[in-house]
Every structure is written in structure tokens, then in C-alpha cells.
T-cell receptor
């Protein structure tokens, strides 16, 4: 059974800092890993999707890496802004079942 | 590109009423749809798997009589929360596998509040 863990559970940083969010998974038989953002009371916004054959994906100030063999992914946020404050979820998409397994999320607060 | 459209995005209903949530796959056929639920301050957990033309498969602990799933066509799956109670208030989201299960697309999610 796939298990996904996100560390830390919460993170508070001053504006402008670079930061890293971590996601680890137990079963490396994945098709892809996706990072989402969820604002309080809102839905999911897809940030980056990394296919199992890829090592990283970049979008603006965001960079996601994937090390499938070690079961790890990181989301790097450069020059953080108060508007980045949200909960960040990673979801692993497994090969066999077609299901996604989500981590518990990291709640990020960027202070002005 | 492939998209999953989920409606409504928000719904408030009275206790005892039923609420239907729809997920449509646009530009592709979704023979399978997954339904997830998120309790407050928790992550998303798989509730059930719907398959076009057959009965849905429910995860352990999910009441099939309360959460009715219908997947009558290759592009539409619905989740009906029957006789909703405040404890059913949650965030519900669907996803559909695409291209031989190599990728899944998510709906926008539905935030249900039962008062």
C-alpha cells in the first residue's frame, strides 16, 4: 500500500526566503507525482506534474524534483511571497490501480 | 487538452437533503472515475471508484447507501450524498485516469456545507 509523507507539516518563513517542501513515498512504482496548492476553503490548483521518467519540472519560481528510486520529491519555492501562503499537497499516481495517494500537506505561511 | 469538469464548486444544503455532485470528462472518455474526500485539516482520502456500466467499489468505512455513485456514461460520473448531515460537510474531488492510466486529471472540487 502506497504511503505518502510530507515534511514539515507546517512552515513559517519571512518574505523573500527560498524554501523546500518534502514529499516521500513508499512504493516507487509510480507514473507521476503532482504538486498541488490548496488555499483555505478552496479547491486544488495543480502546480507541477513530474512524470516518472523525469527528474524535475519548473514553473516560474517553483521547481519540483523527483528521485523515484529513493521515493522522494521536493518542491522548491524561490523568493517566497505572502501570496504563496497556502497548503501544498503532493499526490503520487500509481501504475496499477490508477489511483492517487495524497500526502497530508505542508501548510506554508510567508510573513510580510 | 484533457479536462475534468466538476460541479458545483460550492454547495450549502440543509440537513436531511440530498446533494448531487457531477464530474464530466471533457475531450476524453473516462471509464473509471475516482472520488476523494477531505476532512478538515486532513488530506484527501479515496472514497470510491466508479466504473462505467457497473457498480462502484467503495473503500473500507465508506457507506455505499449514503454516498451513491452513478457512472452511466463514458463522460459522466455523479456522487450523491443522501440525507446529508453536518458531519458530511467536506471537500469532495474526482479524478479520471487518462491515456491508459498514465496520468489522472482532477476536477476542481466541491466544498459541501451541511447546515
Amino acid at each position: 500500500k502506497q504511503e505518502v509523507t510530507q515534511i514539515p507539516a507546517a512552515l513559517s518563513v519571512p518574505e523573500g526566503e527560498n524554501l523546500v517542501l518534502n514529499c516521500s513515498f513508499t512504493d516507487s512504482a509510480i507514473y507521476n507525482l503532482q504538486w498541488f496548492r490548496q488555499d483555505p476553503g478552496k479547491g486544488l490548483t495543480s502546480l507541477l506534474l513530474i512524470q516518472s521518467s523525469q527528474r524535475e519540472q519548473t514553473s516560474g519560481r517553483l521547481n519540483a524534483s523527483l528521485d523515484k528510486s529513493s521515493g522522494r520529491s521536493t518542491l522548491y519555492i524561490a523568493a517566497s511571497q505572502p501570496g504563496d501562503s497556502a497548503t501544498y499537497l503532493c499526490a503520487v499516481y500509481n501504475t496499477n490501480a490508477g489511483k492517487s495517494t495524497f500526502g497530508d500537506g505542508t501548510t506554508l505561511t510567508v510573513k510580510p | 487538452g484533457a479536462v475534468v469538469s466538476q460541479h458545483p464548486s460550492r454547495v450549502i444544503c440543509k440537513s436531511g437533503t440530498s446533494v448531487k455532485i457531477e464530474c464530466r470528462s471533457l475531450d476524453f472518455q473516462a471509464t473509471t472515475m475516482f472520488w476523494y474526500r477531505q476532512f478538515p485539516k486532513q488530506s484527501l482520502m479515496l472514497m470510491a471508484t466508479s466504473n462505467e456500466g457497473s457498480k462502484a467499489t467503495y473503500e473500507q468505512g465508506v457507506e455505499k447507501d449514503k454516498f451513491l455513485i452513478n457512472h452511466a456514461s463514458l463522460t459522466l460520473s455523479t456522487l450523491t450524498v443522501t440525507s446529508a448531515h453536518p458531519e458530511d460537510s467536506s471537500f469532495y474531488i474526482c479524478s479520471a485516469p487518462f491515456q491508459g492510466y498514465t496520468e489522472a486529471f482532477f476536477g476542481q472540487g466541491t466544498r459541501l456545507t451541511v447546515v
